[in-house]
């Protein structure tokens, strides 16, 4: 079994400033990329921000400058650095890992439940 569980989620202020975590755990071989989704009400999911098992980061332009993806290997966990946010960034908050399980050879993307994120004054 693998859980994905995503942790940081609340009400901020807009302007103000978010760290979301998200951990890996179970019969885990191997991870490759991780990362965060976010879907808002009436609208699709969208992807936020990926970064690679080396480090290689990917932003969707309406976060660049905003926020910062990283994480720690040994760990298995993923985190969101989120400043300066804004009303529209009101969303649930996915994070994924696309691992390969022990035992298995193909990897599959697991998902987080999700974590809320309500940005208002």
């Known amino acids: 079994q693998v859980q994905v569980v995503e942790s940081g989620g609340g009400l901020v202020q807009p302007g103000g400033s978010l760290r979301l975590s998200c951990a890996a755990s179970?019969?885990?071989?191997?991870?490759?990329?991780m990362g965060w989704y976010r879907q808002a009400p009436g609208k699709q999911r969208e992807m936020v921000a990926i970064?690679?098992?080396?480090?290689?980061?990917n932003y969707a332009d309406f976060v660049k400058g905003r926020f910062t993806i990283s994480r720690d290997n040994a760990k298995n966990t993923v985190y969101l650095q989120m400043n300066s946010l804004k009303p529209e960034d009101t969303a649930v908050y996915y994070c994924?890992?696309?691992?390969?399980?022990?035992?298995?050879?193909?990897?599959?993307?697991?998902w987080g439940q999700g974590t809320q994120v309500t940005v208002s004054s």
């Open positions: 994924y890992a696309d691992l390969i399980r022990i035992g298995h050879y193909v990897p599959h993307n697991y």
């Open positions: 970064i690679s098992t080396s480090g290689r980061t």
């Open positions: 179970g019969s885990i071989s191997s991870i490759n990329a």
